[in-house]
């Protein structure tokens, strides 16, 4: 199926530095999310972004929808242990068609934060 | 508040059988949403239900099927089990069609052998 490419596929970092990832697509999305998993459970909201442009702040977490409305990139500040687990970018087209109400999803970025 | 609960947590069939999946949404939220995740790949939207309707249907075979009840917790049904099946199976609640902030439930793990 389709999903948004998600880049960089892993990171290892130490704790304290700050960390950026991004998603593309080839399609126009209307809303972006970002989620975290960690292993054996479902993944939990961290930011929903609404329109063109937006930068929106979660604590630590920023996040921004592309202008093109093809993109969107996660930045974390000043990692720390807990922020171990896999981010995702979801993008969902908007209305209509069966397509309502998909999220389509990225590959996943695995981060891992040494101590 | 509860999140999203499903059941079971786990669940191990064997190929040729069917399954049926349980899905209880955030109290006051009306649409549910299933997902398939494979192993090491994104969760891939497989359907989404609003006031007992389906609204939105992914790529997936006939196997699989839905049903929304008045309470507006979710069954998903899969026949026929493929070892091709075997993943991690969410469900998502939003509070309005459409709306796009999905909250997921910890999933049911389905092991087909």
């Known amino acids: 199926g389709q999903q948004l490419n998600q880049s960089p596929q892993s990171m290892f970092i130490q704790e304290g530095e700050d960390v950026s990832m991004n998603c593309t697509s080839s399609?126009?999305?209307?809303?972006w999310l970002w989620y975290k998993q960690d292993p054996g459970e479902g993944p939990v909201l961290l930011i929903a972004l609404y329109k063109a442009g937006e930068l929106t702040s979660n604590g630590r977490l920023t996040a921004q929808f592309g202008i093109t409305r093809k993109d969107s990139f996660l930045n974390i500040s000043a990692s720390i242990p807990s922020d171990v687990g896999i981010y995702f970018c979801a993008g969902q087209l908007g209305a209509g068609g069966t397509s309502y109400g998909k999220l389509t999803f990225g590959q996943g970025t695995i981060l891992t934060v040494h101590p | 508040d509860a999140g999203v609960t499903q059941s079971p947590t786990h669940l191990i069939k064997t190929r040729g059988q069917q399954v049926t999946l349980r899905c209880s949404p955030i109290s006051g939220h009306k649409s549910v949403s299933w997902y398939q995740q494979v192993l090491g790949q994104g969760p891939q939207f497989i359907f989404q239900?609003?006031?007992?309707?389906?609204?939105g249907r992914g790529n997936f075979p006939d196997r699989f099927s839905a049903r929304q009840f008045p309470n507006y917790s979710s069954e998903l049904n899969v026949n026929a089990l493929l070892l091709g099946d075997s993943a991690l199976y969410l469900c998502?609640?939003?509070?309005?069609?459409?709306?796009?902030?999905?909250?997921f439930g910890p999933g049911t793990r389905l092991t087909v052998t």
């Open positions: 239900y609003y006031e007992k309707e389906e609204r």
């Open positions: 998502a609640s939003s509070g309005l069609q459409g709306v796009d902030e999905q909250y």
């Open positions: 399609s126009i999305f209307n809303t």
